[in-house]
């Protein structure tokens, strides 16, 4: 389950924001590709921007299980516990 007061969420969210469209909340259960759009290109870009942010590494395979907003907390979270 993702807090939605957490920080790792928050600033996650801060980076989605470009991708949102009018109407659409950002929450947990939001699909990246269905609610907000991004095809693979943006997602490679967003996973880029994220690794930047959090100074991590996100192995390419786990990239195309990531469809909520949850899922890319979730493993924001676990790659942060490894570089630890």
């Known amino acids: 389950m993702v807090d939605e007061r957490d920080a790792v969420y928050q600033d ?3 980076l989605l924001e470009r991708y ?3 109407g659409v909340e950002l929450a947990p259960s939001t699909e990246l590709a269905g ?3 991004i095809d693979s290109v943006a997602a490679m870009d967003l996973v880029m921007e994220i690794e930047d942010k959090f100074g991590i590494d996100i192995p390419l ?3 195309s299980d990531l469809r ?3 899922d890319l907390v979730q493993v924001v979270r676990q790659q942060m516990r490894a570089a630890e």
């Open 12 to 14: 996650i969210c801060g």
């Open 61 to 63: 395979n786990l990239v």
């Open 68 to 70: 909520r907003l949850e």
């Open 20 to 22: 949102r469209p009018a």
């Open 35 to 37: 609610d907000l759009n």
